[in-house]
């Protein structure tokens, strides 16, 4: 049985984190919001940079386009 605490990187909280962020609210405060630290944001970013694919990556991606989002609507 494998031991340690349960991860935090749970689809629930990436929703939350993706809403907040395609919204305009900076990414700390978006990760406040969701109940995770900015730090360990910071460590799923560098982790999906590093992949090509996989859960990580694919939040790196939806995080890039949420900003997008937010940007796209702020100019207009």
Not at 11 to 38: H, N
């Amino acid at each position: 049985m494998p031991g340690g605490r349960p991860t935090k990187f749970t689809a629930e909280v990436r929703e939350r984190i993706l809403q907040a962020v395609s919204v305009g609210v900076p990414l700390e405060l978006a990760c406040k919001g969701a109940g995770i630290s900015y730090a360990a944001f910071r460590v799923w970013i560098r982790r999906g940079e590093r992949q090509k694919r996989g859960q990580f990556a694919q939040f790196v991606r939806a995080i890039d386009e949420a900003e997008v989002r937010a940007l796209t609507r702020w100019l207009a």
